[in-house]
């Protein structure tokens, strides 16, 4: 009996989406994991946007960009050290498809989860901020886009060789902090000196920002081309990186 | 693939650093085999393991599963085989019957199939009954079976086995070896790693000895048996023995070595008939009287001890007291070491 399907890419897409719905289910829908997604980034949203006189309405975007990136990014980096630990990542890694199936898989699991998460500050805006979605598309994209990429950040990191669970999220915060402050959370990116719109056009967070004010109905600064296009780049590369440290691993276990 | 190896392995080596934990080893595994890889710990078995299966990279050398290369085409290679590692990797916080279900989908197993062989090892593992629970409740020899059962959904053609039965209960390790038997009686290749040499003198068609990284000798059971001559052995127990029983039976002509387990002495020899001469003479010139006197074969564990230098039983490392070279010479070993 052959119970095998074809050697194809519709595989490799079947694959990816039963571990990312595996992941969702063991690890993103437990209560912590939902509590730290919605609070952290209203917390810090709120940490910074009390006392400034900044219209209600014009913060939700950086609400939106907030969420999107921690809570797609957050639950990722926890996952392959935990597998590594008690060796159930070596199932995928005998399975018969790709490392970049594997990690799409768990990618995708951490996009389900940021997109879900996110629907909130959407919702809290339109109802209770008078915000208006003047761009549909932009908005799916927006958050699709994003939580892609920064899911690919976190398992990124999470994919370099040696980290236990709690030692990969030192270095993902040694990144994930500092691009805070030079993505046009504090300040917008036109009021930024030259440099440091430079600087910030680097950073991922910056284009999530962009494209979310975009959607809700202001301007992004370098544009939702210029926007998309890096985003898509940056989750390439973090793909990219994330197989290597895998091959790196491997070649050293 | 008539005439393709089920397991074809050449020049294969892992070096961690300085240290070589694989050097350069080479050996085939024929289809519907059970082929035994022994060794101390650390030896290699589990890199080699690893390696053969992709979840390490080989730093040398090259592996192919059914004529697949793991390296090259590893997506074909994968397809052909299943694993069960040497702990119990499964996921604890899903039950039975998901774990089953999760690696038929991860092997893309069509639904239909996929159900009825996760009820099919379920009940030929006595696990269906509990196929809701979650893994996590399960006793060690439960998840090990588990882990079998998931190592079976893809119908593989080889199956790795590493250290299956270790530390488990009686129960457990009845049914995990019966079904081997019946998995390898159904056409499955079998590379078996085991300490126990009971277990892979019953069971392994062939055996690989490995230590220090190296093929110490491949050869079916009887044959690495009948190679170590040297490890016959004169088992004699007396009723009143002396306290210098020891040291003067070592100066038996043609007796190489003596051990004393309990109240017997075991005199290893080339030479069986000449040792029961010599101690004949010896029980009668001190007056002694026999108990018992036993001629012995070598067992699969003397050959691992001359081999490897290492009692099993004791973990106690002592220096082998036969070189590989000298067991070469004396037989057939097998195996290939660059």
Redesign the interface.
Known sequence: MKTSQSDSLGRQVRVAWVIAVKDVRTYYTRPASIMFGVLFPFSLFLSFSIGRNIPAAAQIPILLAQTLFFASSSIGPVTIPTERGTRTFDRFLTAPVSLLTVLMGKTLAGLIFGVGISIIPIVVGVIFFASHITNVAALIVCMALSALGFSAMGIMFASMPGQGPGEVMMPLNFVRIPLLFISGVYVPVGELPSWGQALSLLSPLTHTIELARYALGGEAFFGPAANIIILGAYTAAFLFVGIRFHIMTQRKD | MVGVYAIKVSNLTKR?GHLVAVDHIGFEVNKGEIFGFLGPNGAGKTTTI?ML?????P?EGTAAIMGFDIQRQ???A??Q?G?V?D?S??????SAWDNLI??G??????KI?RES?AEELLKMFGLYDRRGEKVRGFSRGMKRRICIT?ALM??SSVLFLDEPTSGLDVQSVLVIRDTIRRLNQQGLAIFLTTHNMEEASQMCDRIAIINHGRIAAIDTPEKLRRTARSVQSVEVAFEAPPEDALKELRKLPSVSEVTKTGDKFRLYTDEPSSVLESTWKYVQSNGLKLVTVNTLSPSLEDVFIRLTGIRPATGNEKQPTQNLDELRRQGSLGGSNR
């Open positions: 961690f690893r299966t992709g979840m390490s990279i730093t590893s997506v074909k994968k397809e085989m694993i590692p702990i990797n499964v996921y604890n916080e899903l999760f690696t989908r991860l092997y893309d197993v069509p199939y062989r998931m893809n119908r």
